[in-house]
């Protein structure tokens, strides 16, 4: 299960009001090499037969069957001056957040 910060939730909706056509928000990650990750978000049209969709306040989250195991304990965060940020474990846990339930 991951999380998701308020400011992170409120970011995430007002972009989708540009993108009515892509209601759904990927989130996703994959090595870079050995010792880096990439994470990234993505609005998409619909989701996939092996997704694991969560739903958290309005928004439609699907997490890849590959990325979700390593998405367990991060904390999707945002703010103006850094954009969206992934934090690891306790590193986000003191941010308001709604903690996003697997519904799958």
Request: aromatic residues 4%; glycine residues 6%; negative net charge.
């Given at each position: 299960?991951?999380?998701?910060?308020?400011?992170?939730?409120?970011?995430?909706?007002?972009?989708q009001?540009?993108?009515?056509?892509?209601?759904?928000?990927?989130?996703?990650?994959?090595?870079?090499?050995?010792?880096?990750?990439?994470?990234?978000?993505?609005?998409?049209?619909?989701?996939?037969?092996?997704?694991?969709?969560?739903?958290?306040?309005?928004?439609?989250?699907?997490?890849?069957?590959?990325?979700?195991?390593?998405?367990?304990?991060?904390?999707?965060?945002?703010?103006?001056?850094?954009?969206?940020?992934?934090?690891?474990?306790?590193?986000?846990?003191?941010?308001?957040?709604l903690?996003?339930?697997?519904?799958?």
């Amino acid at each position: 299960m991951i999380a998701i910060t308020i400011a992170a939730i409120a970011k995430l909706k007002s972009i989708q009001v540009d993108h009515p056509e892509d209601p759904i928000v990927r989130v996703s990650v994959r090595d870079l090499d050995e010792s880096r990750l990439s994470f990234n978000i993505m609005l998409e049209a619909t989701t996939q037969p092996d997704d694991d969709v969560q739903e958290v306040d309005g928004l439609t989250i699907a997490v890849d069957r590959r990325s979700a195991p390593r998405m367990e304990g991060v904390t999707v965060d945002y703010t103006e001056a850094g954009g969206f940020r992934f934090l690891h474990d306790g590193e986000g846990r003191s941010r308001p957040l709604l903690t996003i339930p697997t519904l799958n």
